[in-house]
C-alpha cells in the first residue's frame, strides 16, 4: 500500500463547518482505494460513504468488517455523523509499474 490510515468520525464533528465529515476529494497519486469499515453500523448514524458518478452521488452502506473498494481518483466524500463514532481503516494503493509491460 502507498498510506495506511485509520479514520475515526465523531457524532457533532464537522469539516471546515460543512456538512461532510471529510468533503469531496480524490486520492491522488493512487490507483485504488479500499476502505475497511471497523464499526457496527448499529452503533452509529450517518457516516455515509459517497461517489460521484457520471453525475450521480451514490452511497455505499457498508456491513462491519466489509471491504469497499474503487478507483481512488473517483469523487467521494464521507458524511456527517448524527450519532456515535465510525471506525475505518483506509488502504491506498500505488499505480503499479511492471518492466516490461509498458507504462
Known amino acids: 500500500p502507498r498510506t495506511i490510515e485509520l479514520l475515526n468520525y465523531s457524532s457533532g464533528a ?14 491522488e ?5 479500499a476502505l475497511l469499515l471497523l464499526s ?6 450517518g457516516g455515509e460513504l459517497y461517489h460521484l458518478a457520471h453525475g450521480q452521488m451514490h452511497a455505499a452502506h ?9 478507483r ?13 463514532t465510525r471506525l ?8 503499479v509499474h511492471v518492466p516490461g509491460e509498458g507504462v
Open 29 to 33: 497519486q493512487s490507483a485504488v482505494t
Open 40 to 45: 457496527d453500523p448499529a452503533n452509529f448514524s
Open 14 to 27: 464537522q469539516h471546515a463547518g460543512a456538512a461532510l465529515s471529510l468533503g469531496w476529494h480524490t486520492d
Open 62 to 70: 457498508a456491513r462491519q468488517h466489509e471491504l469497499l473498494v474503487y
Open 88 to 95: 475505518a481503516v483506509a488502504l491506498e494503493f500505488w499505480h
Open 72 to 84: 481512488s481518483h473517483t469523487p467521494h466524500a464521507v458524511g456527517a455523523l448524527t450519532a456515535g
